[in-house]
């Protein structure tokens, strides 16, 4: 496939960053920030262009703060000129990047997602449960450790070299990935809730939160995904960003592939399997992408269910005191019940309805 070219020029016409300003700015219009950038809007885009022309952009100051659900993670959101910038790469970026994916890669893609990848791995765990041989196949279900976290700049920028030569856009993608104000990986075994700033690395890691993290994670690890199907040749194999399902048939095989996946990640590309990984009955199920995957069906996992109960209760608690309005806690509600539309979840939408009502508490 033939590189990508004149990316200078597509990403720094006014064109691209005008759509880019409006994709950053979509459904966000009202926040200070983006008022701030719109009050001088011709005036800051061509102050943009010109910085992004002449290779003196750099990259603004991060907001950082920590999430708990699904799992501890360190986010790190930039200001609103800076993911004008994002959006700018990945206009001219992920167009090309998106045709040179596999089929089954479904994170941060346009139609694909958690539902599409629970639903493919459903479909073929169904399969494998209507075999006469089904005992003898098994399900392998990995992810990679710290992956954010553990990205290597150097292998990172030399995947980008197989988009393409351009050296202006290869050096604006190092400026975004090697900041040198601004730490983003961990050590090895170290997590991101108990580890100070002073002991992040510069020299791996991409933040959680950038755009630009998110396509660079899924090219990174689409080299994985060649070697997969095109060297091992697995037919049932499905990632959703780092984690991935793979079926085979015989223990004894999975055990091989599992170590040349481990293999091929420590040395290509400088990562490592979780210690979660596991290999399991294919007909036992597993936890994939926020559901539980079974023959039977998709079921929302307990952690899951604990949660929209937790996020529920805690709404109709805001609403009862006057916090928020009926529109915006009658929104997060359809979220929660959408989220058991697509699934086996009978049971949470029965709690929900007997359990969950929004009424004001009468003043004293």
């Known amino acids: ?22 994709d950053a700015a979509k459904e966000k219009h009202y926040r200070e920030d983006v008022l701030a950038f719109t009050f001088n809007l011709e005036e800051n885009l061509f102050d943009l262009q010109k910085d992004l022309l002449d290779g003196t952009y750099t990259v603004g100051p991060y907001r950082e703060f920590y999430v708990k659900y699904p799992k501890p993670r360190l986010i790190m959101a930039l200001g609103f000129r800076d993911r004008v910038v994002q959006w700018a790469i990945y206009r001219q970026l992920n167009p090309y990047a998106d045709k040179r994916f596999i089929q089954h890669s479904y994170g941060c893609r346009k139609n694909k997602g958690t539902l599409p990848a629970a639903r493919c791995l459903l479909n073929w765990v169904q399969l494998i449960s209507r075999k006469p041989d089904t005992r003898d196949w098994v399900l392998i279900k990995c992810d990679v450790s710290k992956y954010f976290y553990r990205v290597d700049h150097k292998i990172a920028l030399d995947v980008y070299r197989d988009y393409t030569d351009d050296e202006w856009f290869l050096r604006l993608m190092s400026v975004i990935l090697n900041n040198p104000d601004v730490p983003f990986g961990l050590p090895p075994g170290a997590s991101a809730n108990d580890c100070p700033k002073e002991k992040r690395l510069y020299d791996v890691g991409m933040p959680i939160g950038n755009l630009t993290s998110q396509e660079t994670a899924n090219i990174y690890l689409n080299r994985l995904d060649q070697y997969c199907k095109h060297i091992l040749g697995l037919h049932y194999y499905v990632r959703y960003m780092d984690d991935f399902c793979i079926l085979v048939k015989g223990r004894e095989e999975a055990r091989r592939i599992m170590a040349q996946i481990d293999v091929f990640l420590r040395d290509e590309l400088h990562l490592d399997l979780s210690p979660k990984s596991q290999i399991v009955p294919a007909t036992q199920g597993c936890e994939f992408v926020g559901y539980r995957v079974t023959p039977h069906g998709l079921r929302l996992r307990k952690k899951t269910i604990r949660h929209i109960k937790s996020c529920l209760k805690h709404i109709s608690e805001l609403y009862a005191a006057n916090a928020i309005s009926y529109d915006s806690a009658m929104q997060s509600l359809q979220s929660y019940m959408g989220m058991t539309v697509n699934c086996n979840a009978h049971s949470v939408r029965l709690w929900i309805e007997r359990n969950i009502a929004f009424q004001r508490k009468e003043a004293a």
Do not use: G, T, V
């Not at 020029?9 to 880019?20: H, M, P």
């Open 1 to 22: 496939m033939e590189k990508l070219q004149h990316l200078k020029e597509r990403i720094c016409s006014f064109e691209n960053l005008y759509a880019a300003y409006e």
